[in-house]
């Protein structure tokens, strides 16, 4: 749960034991649990089991290459021991064990940022305790159900034992064990008077087959005078016949491996031969989980072979897929790999490539099979998905059979749909990217296009000004920003079939020369549009770089680039236009100085810019209205 080293002691108690704070959101979420009131406390037990098994599994890979850590017993076994004279409910695992440290550390800090996450999420959701798993803090719902919790553990290797202990009110004591203390950790509970349910059997049965009966090693239940029985089947649901497998254990599965109990919105389940033989059991979840911006970007499927767990950080699939949760276990691979090996090991890359083409082409099967379903999951990754138009060239042509894009004309548009609706003589896929939706739709540079019923890609997600810039197009057509460079409008017409506004060219010629002399050193160019109908200006760059990509690296002061001087277009047909040229030819180019500087303002503004000089922008305003009222 954390790496940072543990509180210092500030006293010794009469047993030798000593006592430490809470790091302070362990003890904001230690309040969380411990006062408020939760519909469902059964997933408190689930989240004990799984930590559980999570060490057995540690245990098992470190004992490949070391197998004196099983020394004593190789039994890998959870047991569930309820005691009611005691009130006590015992939850033990003979796995890999912690040390005095890691006790502290993993019980007492926590250096994930996920726990301020989930202690505003459940506020927000009136204390939905489902939502706990999905922060890796499940340890800490014990007390939801317990006054007082005691951990004892000794780690694998180890002759020292330690028994961690807290309330819950804010501190912790730590005290070492007695030396018989076996492998393992053990967890007991002393029930709150509200909670002595989960000290029947019957009770403890229905958590286990309701959340953790999917658990591939087995939980023993141990009641009083009784033997010792297994109470879930322990079997690796991976390894069974897709058809024996129910969408409530695929649920259930899901659950565990995600933290989130909703149901998956996809499940890809096979088993490859050939030349490497594996299990896949993966799934797209049907929400967002909390860390899909985590800016690590870290896959999230865990690797086993032949059942024996390796590791859950091996990128098996690339970061734009980073939501997709499971397993992939192997037949060939040895399994005393380590995990240095395992980022350039062979057999490893070539599983990566196979089992990313099948989770994209199971989405495009999705999409073409279920477009309501695949919306859904679009909604949630789509802008995920994307990264991928810009880091994955090998499958990018995969990738566009997939993305969905709001236009001018729709909002979940393929690309071959685009197309299919391209106008006579368009030769392009037109874009316009934005910081949302409102302004791109309200952008002036798409008056000319809406004239020509020309649809244009909608781009609002940062990754779209980096892919498009670097993708050389799609069926033959290259992508084009509607705010870059010429428009490319001259051969398409109209959609009612009229030709613009006739216009005074050489008058407008005039104004042109005139505002590029008031507006020297601040813009590139001064240019008549063919973009704009309704308008009087607005804003562009060269071919060089689209303008929201610019605004975005010029944010980054590592970047060095900044907001280069802008192409200010003018509409000949516009009133004001017109006005300004009358006024320069009658007058002559000193007469709109500030006319033109507050064009150029008004461009500012229609692109959600701050004007450069907002002093100097409302003394020309107030000059300009008071002129007009004279």
């Known amino acids: 749960m954390a790496n940072d080293a543990p509180a210092a002691a500030d006293s010794t108690l009469r047993t030798g034991a000593t006592s430490h704070p809470f790091q302070a959101e362990v003890a904001k979420l230690l309040h969380l649990m411990v006062h408020s009131v939760y519909s469902d406390r059964d997933v408190f037990l689930r989240e004990l089991i799984s930590n559980a098994a999570d060490a057995l599994d540690k245990l098992r890979y470190e004992a490949i290459e070391n197998p004196a850590l099983l020394s004593g017993s190789s039994d890998l076994t959870i047991t569930i021991t309820p ?81 961690w202990s807290s309330d819950g009110a804010g501190r912790f004591t730590l005290a070492p064990a007695a030396a018989t203390t076996p492998r393992g950790t053990s967890i007991t509970l002393h029930l709150r008077e509200d909670a002595q349910e989960f000290l029947e059997d019957w009770k403890i049965e229905s958590v286990v087959r309701t959340y953790s009966d999917h658990i591939a090693h087995p939980i023993m239940l141990t009641v009083a005078s009784e033997t010792a029985r297994q109470i879930n089947t322990a079997n690796a649901i991976w390894t069974r016949p897709k058809s024996d497998i129910t969408p409530e254990q695929h649920k259930e599965f899901f659950g565990h491996l995600s933290g989130s109990y909703s149901d998956p919105a996809v499940t890809l389940h096979y088993r490859a031969e050939g030349r490497n033989e594996y299990t896949v059991l993966l799934y797209v979840p049907g929400e967002r989980p909390f860390d899909l911006y985590d800016p690590e970007r870290r896959s999230r499927q865990k690797l086993y072979v032949r059942r024996v767990y390796i590791a859950d950080d091996v990128e098996i699939l690339p970061p734009y897929l980073r939501f997709v949760r499971g397993i992939i276990d192997s037949e060939d691979m040895p399994l005393n790999i380590s995990r240095e090996m395992l980022q350039n090991n062979p057999q490893v890359a070539a599983i990566r490539k196979a089992v990313t083409n099948k989770v994209l082409a199971e989405l495009k099967k999705l999409a073409e099979t279920d477009e309501d379903a695949f919306r859904k999951v679009w909604d949630v990754f789509g802008p995920v998905l994307k990264e991928g138009l810009y880091e994955d060239l090998e499958r990018r042509d995969q990738l566009y059979e997939i993305v969905r894009f709001r236009t001018t004309s729709g909002d979940s548009v393929t690309l071959k749909d685009y197309v299919a609706r391209l106008r006579e003589n368009q030769t392009a896929i037109f874009y316009l990217t934005a910081e949302d939706v409102t302004k791109a739709q309200a952008s002036p540079q798409l008056e000319g296009y809406r004239a020509r019923d020309v649809e244009v890609l909608l781009l609002t997600d940062p990754v779209d000004s980096f892919w498009v810039r670097s993708a050389l197009g799609y069926d033959g057509k290259p992508f084009k920003s509607v705010t870059q460079g010429a428009a490319d409008l001259d051969l398409i017409k109209r959609k009612d079939d009229t030709a613009a506004q006739a216009v005074d060219e050489p008058q407008t010629a005039i104004l042109v020369a005139a505002l590029k002399q008031a507006l020297e050193g601040k813009v590139k160019d001064v240019r008549p549009s063919q973009r704009l109908t309704e308008s009087a200006v607005c804003l562009v760059n060269d071919s060089t770089m689209d303008r929201t990509l610019e605004k975005l690296l010029a944010r980054q002061k590592e970047s060095g680039i900044s907001i280069s001087a802008p192409i200010l277009e003018i509409n000949p047909s516009h009133p004001l236009i017109q006005a300004l040229g009358a006024e320069v030819k009658a007058k002559g180019a000193a007469a709109i100085v500030d006319s033109a500087q507050l064009l150029l303002d008004q461009g500012f503004i229609i692109e959600g810019e701050p004007v450069p000089d907002p002093a100097g922008f409302t003394r020309r305003l107030a000059s300009v209205m008071a002129r007009a009222l004279s």
């Open 83 to 163: 005691d009611k004279q005691a009130r006590t409910l015992t939850i033990t695992d003979t796995g890999i064990g912690m040390s005095e440290l890691e006790l502290s550390e993993n019980l007492g800090t926590i250096a994930k940022s996920g726990t301020q996450a989930f202690v505003e999420q459940a506020k927000a959701r009136k204390g939905d305790v489902h939502l706990i798993g999905q922060f890796g803090i499940g340890f800490y719902s014990a007390f939801i159900v317990a006054s007082r919790v005691d951990v004892t553990s000794r780690r694998a290797g180890s002759t020292d034992a330690f028994t």
